[in-house]
């Protein structure tokens, strides 16, 4: 069984950084695809950046430029590097494996201006 465990989130001021962390148990983890979801309050939760196995990385518009995702496969670690970080990414922020259908706890990420 695949688990999901987040960690990174926390209070930033507006234009700063923050990076997520995903660790992935199971077996497999290098032909994943993996996926950083947000959803804030009150709102659906949305696509914010993936990854394939081979590295090739596709974002949401609002995040292009400022964030990078990025894994280390003998870590089975995904990474969520979030840069000039603005008060409308606050939202739970959610690991996800498509493959499997597995999603992470989430950890929240609040900025403020």
């Known amino acids: 069984q695949v688990q999901l465990v987040e960690s990174g989130g926390g209070l930033v001021q507006s234009g700063g950084s923050l990076r997520l962390s995903c660790v992935a148990s199971?077996?497999?983890?290098?032909?994943?695809?993996m996926a950083w979801y947000r959803q804030a309050a009150g709102k659906q939760r949305e696509l914010v950046a993936s990854?394939?196995?081979?590295?090739?990385?596709n974002y949401a518009d609002s995040v292009k430029g400022r964030f990078t995702i990025f894994r280390n496969n003998t870590k089975k670690t995904v990474y969520l590097q979030m840069n000039s970080l603005k008060p409308e990414d606050t939202a739970v922020y959610y690991c996800?494996?498509?493959?499997?259908?597995?999603w992470g706890q989430g950890t929240l990420v609040t900025v403020s201006s």
């Open positions: 996800h494996n498509p493959t499997r259908g597995i």
């Open positions: 199971g077996s497999n983890f290098n032909l994943y695809v």
């Open positions: 990854i394939i196995s081979g590295g090739k990385t």
